[in-house]
């Protein structure tokens, strides 16, 4: 059974960089045609793709937020991360890591969607 766990702050400061990882266990991030990706739902909102990385290491973004995305990966502890700049209490979110094919760069699925997903960590930016 494939299981992902978000890790990393609840309380980032404006401006600041949010940092979260996702840990991988039952499962390799390489496994072919897998593509992992981070998406969120701020309170009140729908739920907002941010980007993926797939098993070849390519990297994928939403094009709204590329500016002030990076997703990166470690494959020696199969985990990868996500990093967003230049944070505002517009970041305010459930951030969620998940696991689906190469259909999610379409940045249009539902949550229930993806094959496996991690529990959820809210961020919240404020001062």
């Known amino acids: 059974q494939v299981q992902l766990q978000e890790s990393g702050p609840g309380l980032v400061k404006p401006s600041q960089t949010l940092s979260l990882t996702c840990t991988v266990s039952?499962?390799?991030?390489?496994?072919?045609?897998?593509?992992w990706s981070w998406v969120r739902q701020p309170p009140g909102k729908g739920l907002e793709w941010m980007g993926a990385?797939?098993?070849?290491?390519?990297?994928y973004y939403n094009p709204s937020l590329k500016r002030r995305t990076s997703i990166s990966r470690d494959t020696s502890k199969n985990q990868f991360t996500l990093q967003l700049s230049s944070v505002t209490p517009e970041d305010t979110a459930v951030y969620y890591c998940?696991?689906?094919?190469?259909?999610?760069?379409?940045?249009?699925?539902?949550?229930?969607?993806?094959?496996?997903r991690g529990q959820g960590t809210q961020v919240t930016v404020s001062s």
């Open positions: 998940t696991r689906g094919d190469a259909a999610v760069v379409a940045g249009n699925m539902d949550l229930d969607e993806y094959e496996y």
């Open positions: 039952g499962g390799s991030i390489t496994t072919d045609t897998t593509y």
């Open positions: 990385i797939a098993y070849s290491g390519s990297i």
